[in-house]
């Protein structure tokens, strides 16, 4: 079975301060990885993609993918308010062959406090 | 911009009615999906579809099926609702796999269903 897992949370920062969420997978072979956010009330919606080891960086947001240890995270810098939601991680298990039929975790759980 | 539609998104229907959740894409997408979502359990793949007339399970089928007769048109059916199926339902879809975006699903607003 493969699984996908993350803390649910809530992880709570200040303002202004770096959130940092964390996924484990358990299949080795997975090649593509996503984060996807979603405000409570809303469906998801894709924020950051990594395909290959080391760090990808899009805006305030920077995607971290370490495949020898089955890990990948999310590093939100200067967070707001407004990026309080809850993070899913995704995980294809195969590149180019699934799809697009992703595995999700459950979901991080993250607040922004003013 | 990608947008799918759901046709429902509140809906209230009693055990043993036949319900009907249908979605449509804009985009010429080939996969279509859907998940349903429930607290603490995440998002579940029910069926997902990537072409016109093809089905495949998910990970929860039971209970549920689809039909795909029109490329931009997925139909989620439970045959006979049960309590149990009382959820908020999710379809997306995306690009065919095997390009830089494969795995960007684009969700439709959701559909809750209550099964009393």
């Known amino acids: 079975q493969k699984e996908v897992e993350q803390n649910s949370g809530p992880l709570s920062v200040p303002e202004g301060a770096i959130a940092s969420l964390n996924c484990t997978y358990s299949d080795r072979g997975s090649q593509s990885f996503f984060w996807y956010r979603q405000y409570s009330g809303k469906s998801p919606e894709l924020i950051m993609f990594i395909y290959s080891n080391g760090d990808k960086e899009d805006g305030r947001f920077t995607a971290q993918l370490n495949k020898a240890s089955q890990y990948v995270s999310l590093l939100i810098r200067d967070s707001q308010p407004s990026d309080s939601a809850t993070y899913l991680c995704?995980?294809?298990?195969?590149?180019?062959?699934?799809?697009?039929?992703?595995?999700f975790g459950k979901g991080t759980k993250l607040s922004v406090k003013p | 911009d990608v947008k799918v539609t759901q046709s429902s998104r509140y809906l209230v229907k009693r055990t043993g009615e036949k319900v009907f959740l249908e979605c449509v894409q804009d985009m010429d997408h080939e996969n279509m999906f859907w998940y349903r979502q429930d607290p603490g359990l995440g998002l579940r793949l029910i069926y997902f579809s990537y072409d016109v007339k093809m089905k495949e399970k998910g990970d929860i089928p039971e209970g549920y099926s689809v039909s795909r007769e029109k490329k931009e048109r997925f139909s989620l059916i439970l045959e006979s609702a049960s309590t149990n199926q009382t959820s908020m339902y999710l379809c997306a879809s995306s690009l065919v796999s095997g390009t830089l975006v494969a795995g960007e699903l684009f969700f439709g607003e959701g559909s809750r269903l209550t099964v009393l």
């Open positions: 995704a995980v294809a298990p195969n590149y180019g062959g699934s799809q697009g039929n992703l595995i």
